[in-house]
């Protein structure tokens, strides 16, 4: 199994450029999530999915959206990228809400850069 | 609201020497408690977690930390550090919100093994 793979792994971007980054696991999870992490910030929640069809915010989501169409992937968008947004992007998965029964398992991160 | 709090930014260590490293939580409730290593360039991957029983809680790698209601603390230990232990360390609270599993994670901790 790949477990939680994301796409791409770098990324520049201009100020108000668009794009999207691709969230997939093989786990048959249920919960996704988004978290973005800046130096000595620790990882912020940017958005979560509690099943397909389903998005939720976190606690940073302005300036992103997402989208769970399918179970097994969840997408992060930016409409029109700002400095502010370069960061690492870390997705995670886990099978069920509880955090005394299951784990969160994550991706390797993408690494985003807005000039 | 709940926090996360890793007093030590940057821990330097010798090969074979023991290692402690601090967190220290606010949560109203129980809580339930991780700590997650980050490999330079990789995901985060889970360590040990505690959510209820024996306040001593053994994890991979050799790790093992104790959770301690009275001080609010949970810290991580391990009795003596391999050069491969190398990594960030990030302590989290994780907490059941909107039928999902949010994690609250410190600032984070890197380790530094010198040879």
């Known amino acids: 199994n790949a477990g939680v793979t994301q796409t791409p792994k770098f990324r520049v971007l201009k100020t108000g450029q668009s794009m999207t980054l691709l969230c997939a696991q093989d786990?048959?999870?249920?919960?996704m999530y988004w978290y973005r992490q800046d130096p000595g910030m620790g990882l912020r929640l940017i958005h979560y999915?509690?099943?397909?069809?389903?998005?939720a915010k976190g606690e940073v989501p302005d300036g992103y959206n997402v989208s769970r169409l399918k179970k097994q992937n969840f997408l992060l968008g930016l409409e029109s990228a700002a400095p502010s947004q370069t960061s690492v992007y870390f997705c995670a998965s886990s099978s069920h809400g509880s955090p005394s029964t299951d784990t969160q398992y994550f991706g390797p991160g993408t690494r985003l850069t807005v000039l | 609201a709940q926090s996360v709090t890793q007093p030590d930014i940057h821990i330097t260590v010798s090969e074979g020497a023991s290692l402690e490293l601090r967190c220290n939580y606010s949560?109203?409730?129980?809580?339930?408690l991780f700590w997650y290593v980050q490999s330079p360039g990789q995901g985060l991957q889970l360590l040990l977690k505690y959510f209820s029983g024996d306040t001593l809680v053994q994890g991979i790698k050799g790790f093992e930390a104790e959770f301690k209601r009275s001080q609010s603390s949970f810290n991580l230990r391990k009795p003596s550090v391999h050069w491969s232990d190398a990594a960030e360390y990030f302590c989290?609270?994780?907490?059941?919100?909107?039928?999902?599993?949010?994690?609250?994670f410190g600032q984070g901790t890197r380790l530094t093994i010198n040879p």
């Open positions: 989290a609270v994780g907490v059941s919100r909107g039928g999902a599993q949010k994690l609250v």
């Open positions: 949560y109203g409730a129980t809580p339930y």
């Open positions: 786990m048959n999870h249920e919960y």
């Open positions: 999915s509690v099943g397909e069809g389903t998005t």
